[in-house]
Structure formats: structure tokens, C-alpha cells
């Protein structure tokens, strides 16, 4: 492939680095247009050796990758039940997290961390996020800990480093650069709203 342009499009396809047990969710049409061009591909490679066998080969792969794409975009839309359990699921282990001791032991949560916790890989789970929400897990785990941040300056009188470390911030300046990032305002601007 790399005499193609197909070499440099196959990098678009986030599912490559999916785990193996995150399948293509397939309807019996869709199965049907996928085995038809596997068919078409097993017929050039074992049928015909002649100066277009390339070119027929990689175009085929090119319409196989086209039609796998299509139907991995459509089944983020149409298992939407099935992905709002993951969104449920996932607001829960992060509300677990900041609520035990994880974030003081371990620090932050991260993206391999949830993926590893809901049995997806992180690429699959970015995805079905960003499909979802619109944002992908870096961002949704940002969002739960300015969440989490505004519960506790509005609600205890613990100082700006101790809510910082309790959240899993090494340094409160992290903290408070998140924090004016996403809110516009510093934690103690925040806090003074409500005092």
C-alpha cells in the first residue's frame, strides 16, 4: 500500500487501535456488504495475476475501510441506549473516585484507568464519548473535577492546596489553572460567591 494514498487514509481509522473485544456492531445488510467484498477480494487475489491485480486489490480494501467507517460512525447513533449505560457507568466510577481515597492515593484518574474500569480501550472510549457528549474522556474527567472542585468550595471551608490534593493535584497551582481554564475565575473568586 504505500505507493497509495490508502497508506497515508488508514491512519484516520481510530479503530486499529481498538482491543479486541470492541466489536463492529454489524445488521445483517451491513454484514452482508462486508462479506461480499471480502468475496470480491479473495476472488482477485486467488483468480487474476495480471498488471491491475494491485490497483483492483488496494481499491477494494480502500471500499472495505470506506463502508467499516460508515458503519462505525452509525453504530454510535443507533446503539445510543447501550452507550448511555457506558456514560452512566463512567459518571459513576468517577464519583466513586473523588468521593473515596483514589484521588488522594493515586492522583487524578486517567483515561487508561476508565477504560480499563469499563472494559473498553481508551481510542474506543474517547470516541463513544466524543459521539455522545462531545467531548472525549480527557475533557469529561476534567469537567467531573471542576464539578467536584465547585462542591467543595461551596460547601466546606477547606482551603484552595486542600481541596487541590484531595482531588488528586500534586500542585494547587495545577488545580487553579484548571480551574480559571474551564470557569473563568479562580477557585477563591468562586468560593467569594458564595460567601
Known amino acids: 500500500m504505500l505507493n497509495y494514498p490508502l497508506a497515508q487514509k488508514i491512519r484516520q ?17 451491513e454484514k452482508e456488504v462486508i462479506l461480499a467484498l471480502f468475496r470480491n477480494l479473495e476472488e482477485e487475489l486467488s483468480n487474476r495475476i495480471d498488471e491491475f491485480s494491485q490497483d483492483v486489490i488496494i481499491s477494494q480494501i480502500e471500499l472495505l475501510l470506506s463502508y467499516a467507517h460508515r458503519f462505525y460512525k452509525r453504530q ?9 449505560t457506558v456514560l ?14 483514589n484521588s488522594l492515593d493515586k492522583g487524578i484518574p486517567t483515561v487508561q484507568y476508565l477504560a480499563d474500569q469499563l472494559h473498553l480501550s481508551p481510542s474506543y472510549l474517547s470516541d463513544l464519548l466524543r459521539s455522545l457528549t462531545g467531548l472525549n474522556t480527557q475533557q469529561l474527567i476534567h469537567e467531573k473535577l471542576i464539578e467536584k472542585a465547585k462542591e467543595k468550595l461551596s460547601a466546606t471551608s477547606l482551603s484552595v492546596s486542600e481541596i487541590a490534593y ?10 487553579s489553572k484548571l480551574f480559571k481554564e474551564k470557569t473563568r475565575q479562580t477557585p477563591l473568586e468562586f468560593r467569594e460567591r458564595f460567601n
Request: proline residues 4%; glycine residues 4%.
Open 13 to 29: 481509522y481510530n479503530y486499529f487501535s481498538y482491543s479486541v473485544q470492541e466489536a463492529l456492531h454489524l445488521s445483517d445488510k
Open 76 to 84: 454510535f447513533i443507533t446503539r445510543k441506549s447501550v452507550n448511555h
Open 88 to 101: 452512566q457507568h463512567l459518571d459513576t466510577i468517577l464519583n466513586d473516585y473523588f468521593d473515596g481515597p
Open 166 to 175: 484531595e482531588l488528586g493535584f500534586e500542585h494547587p497551582q495545577s488545580f
